[in-house]
């Protein structure tokens, strides 16, 4: 072999996970023992996790892949005519015909795996900085303007409209404004923060500047949970990079903008995802929620005016203003109010778990079934949570409901951050009920009582209810808890914690019944 192999194999959290860098080491000794010119480029993820670690070759300009691989791999895949080695078992063809990928509308995630994150030249090949660069030559109003022409909402959970909140936040008067960046990611099954900021940091740096021409903020702050080093390790570097090419600072472009940004460590507290504690947190007190009003928009971080947005939702804002017709284009996207693409993340008893951007509106069933393809144990799908630990329950008969917050909120069910944990027929709801109650009770800050009591008294009762005592009154004790929790609580830690309960008790009442009854019938099926 004459010819150079260009190659490329993730370097994200979940390919390391599975051995990638043992991969990437066995590739390098095979291609010197052999004389073979290797050029190993270490990507993010592409987000197909069951085919991790992925290698990527180039085969006549496009990409063949090779999946999921081991060091032992190497060896036999040198063998077969790498990189053309189309009979090797682990070839999994041309990586953007893999249908996974190729059915997906990615906008947000359209870099991830394809460039090396800290490559500033491929990010601007890519389309990298062009809203930047052309949002430094606008005026605040007009690029607050794009932002709420797109309709782009909040991606953490709560889809409040982003224009809305920065026009808030320009319209104040102060000395001093933030653009905070809340990736403190601790809904179960989610991922999507950690991959952007591991595989294409740059998108989620450049939105924050944005964010800052447009609402008159000088200064940024990326909260991120400790859990991610890697993340951390990247972002931190991303951050360096752009001072030092003049894209933070205090001449941003040569715009006479001023904007700089830093990164702050999160201590592991669930209740930092809620803007009001993350913002406590970055003052350096205990993560607590704040009593509103003032909402962070007009007394936020250090009691100034706060853009406070998550990673996808800061990172999607480039696209947007990367020409005129942007912001219609992606406002084409999606159904009705919830408009563009949504990061879903599969995970849970799934067989091919991963992400994937969709336009709002595909169907639950779709994205379990379509990609997902049902569940890794064969068994038949009973429930579905959407929406992180706080999100609700659905059964199966309710999988041909459309994604978006609309429709999700139509069926007493929520989006959040768009993780998806798939359960089979296996799973004992009246338990996943009593663990909802007692992640509020372990999570809860403290600060209010209807969560702080509500969720160890509801996590008590529900386990009286699994032991069968006084099934039927102590279930409308956890009913008049949950009542109080979603009325009193000062934030959605206590208010959606009721949500994944009645959901629960809602659609699988014969996991609640008394031991000898409905509930032993189940459990014979399911082990039968």
């Not at 090949?125 to 932002?147: K, N, T, Y």
């Not at 949970?225 to 991303?238: D, G, Q």
């Not at 715009?255 to 940004?261: V, W």
């Not at 406070?308 to 084409?332: E, H, Q």
Request: aromatic share 6%.
């Amino acid at each position: 072999m004459t010819e150079p192999v260009n190659a490329w194999l993730p370097a994200d959290a979940a390919a390391l996970s599975v051995g990638a860098d043992a991969v990437a080491a066995a590739l390098v000794t095979e291609a010197a023992r052999r004389g073979v010119e290797l050029r190993l480029k270490r990507t993010g993820s592409r987000g197909m996790m069951w085919l991790e670690p992925l290698l990527e070759v180039e085969v006549d300009g496009v990409r063949a892949g090779y999946g999921p691989l081991s060091p032992e791999d190497v060896p036999s895949l040198f063998a077969a005519d790498f990189p053309a080695a189309e009979s090797h078992p682990r070839c999994v063809g041309l990586v953007e015909e893999i249908p996974f990928l190729a059915r997906q509308q990615r906008l947000t995630f359209a870099r991830c795996g394809i460039i090396e994150p800290l490559d500033l030249d491929a990010y601007q090949a890519h389309g990298g900085l062009a809203g930047l660069q052309r949002a430094a030559g606008m005026a605040p109003e007009r690029i607050v303007e794009a932002v709420t022409e797109s309709g782009l909402r909040g991606r953490g959970g709560a889809g409040f409209p982003a224009g809305i909140k920065w026009r808030t936040v320009l319209e104040q008067a102060a000395d001093r404004k933030y653009v905070c960046c809340n990736a403190d990611e601790g809904d179960s099954g989610t991922f999507a923060d950690r991959m952007l900021i591991e595989g294409d940091p740059f998108t989620l740096l450049e939105g924050m500047v944005i964010a800052g021409f447009a609402t008159g903020a000088s200064e940024g702050l990326v909260y991120v949970r400790s859990e991610y080093p890697h993340a951390i390790a990247t972002l931190r570097r991303a951050i360096e990079l752009w001072r030092d090419k003049g894209l933070l600072g205090a001449d941003v472009l040569g715009s006479g903008r001023a904007f700089d940004i830093t990164l702050r460590r999160g201590a592991g507290a669930y209740i930092c995802g809620e803007e009001s504690s993350m913002l406590e947190s970055l003052e350096g007190r205990r993560g607590e929620v704040r009593v509103r009003p003032p909402i962070p928009a007009i007394s936020g971080l250090f009691a100034r005016p706060t853009v406070v947005n998550n990673v996808l939702t800061l990172a999607t804002v480039p696209l947007l203003l990367a020409d005129a017709a942007a912001p219609t284009r992606y406002a084409a996207l999606g159904e009705g109010r919830s408009t563009g693409t949504q990061p879903f993340q599969l995970a849970g008893n799934i067989r091919r778990g991963g992400l994937v951007e969709r336009a709002f509106g595909i169907t639950l069933r779709e994205l379990i079934e379509d990609f997902g393809g049902g569940t890794l144990s064969g068994r038949p799908v009973r429930a579905v949570q959407v929406g992180g630990p706080l999100g609700a329950w659905l059964p199966a008969s309710s999988l041909d409901v459309a994604m978006t917050y609309e429709a999700l909120a139509g069926v007493d069910a929520m989006l959040g951050h768009g993780g998806i944990v798939v359960f089979d027929d296996s799973v004992d709801m009246a338990r996943m009920a009593e663990f909802a109650m007692a992640f509020c009770a372990e999570e809860s800050c403290g600060k209010c009582t209807p969560c702080r009591i509500g969720a160890v008294r509801g996590a008590e009762t529900l386990q009286k209810v699994r032991r069968g005592e006084h099934v039927a009154d102590n279930i409308r004790l956890v009913e008049d808890l949950c009542e109080v929790m979603t009325d009193g609580s000062l934030c959605a830690m206590g208010g959606l914690t009721p949500m994944p309960v009645l959901s629960a008790l809602k659609h699988f009442p014969e996991d609640f019944a008394p031991a000898d009854d409905a509930r032993t019938h189940h459990a014979a099926q399911v082990t039968s």
